[in-house]
């Protein structure tokens, strides 16, 4: 049953990416703001609530598994009556994971592939960023935020 409490909120939620295990290198809650400082990023990470996302990412995938007789190659998303999780995950390690409102019914898979493939044009092959560092590149953050604007409730 949909939850109408959420019904006003914003459409999406956050935005998180990692690289490898639990390895945070970008996270963008759409009320408060991107966090692209390393040291914000590694205090992000010491929350419960960010490693159970990662947690629950893992899980999921092992869960599917379980009941199917084919490989799992891609989960897409799971939604609770609160809460929907979209998932785009490459063999690589990269996960990138969109928490999205109920009351929004968008399938989000194709914007977060969009995403990853912003990733490997802007930031993969920057031959000077550090892999697992955060990823702070300013065309990267304006092609994300061009992204995910349309999809953002007006106020």
């Known amino acids: 049953m949909l939850n109408t409490k959420y019904i ?3 459409n999406l939620f956050e935005l998180i990416i990692f690289q490898g295990y639990k390895n945070l290198v970008f996270y963008w809650n759409f009320a ?6 390393k040291s914000e990023i ?36 799971f939604q609770t009556s609160y809460f929907k999780f ?15 409102n109920i009351s929004d019914q968008t399938d989000y898979s194709e914007t977060l592939k969009e995403v990853y493939t ?9 031959p000077f960023y550090v892999h697992g560092e955060p990823l702070d590149n300013p065309l990267f953050i304006e092609k994300i935020t061009d992204i995910f604007e349309p999809f953002q409730k007006k106020k």
């Open 42 to 77: 590694q205090d992000l990470l010491k929350q419960n609530r960010i490693q159970n996302i990662y947690g629950v990412s893992e899980g999921l995938k092992g869960f599917s598994q379980a009941f199917s007789s084919e490989p799992i190659t891609n989960f897409k998303y």
């Open 32 to 37: 408060k703001g991107m966090v692209t400082i």
């Open 118 to 126: 912003n990733y490997l044009e802007i930031i993969k092959r920057n």
């Open 8 to 10: 006003d909120q914003d």
């Open 86 to 100: 979209t998932i785009y995950e490459m063999c690589s390690g990269v996960k990138i994971i969109l928490l999205s």
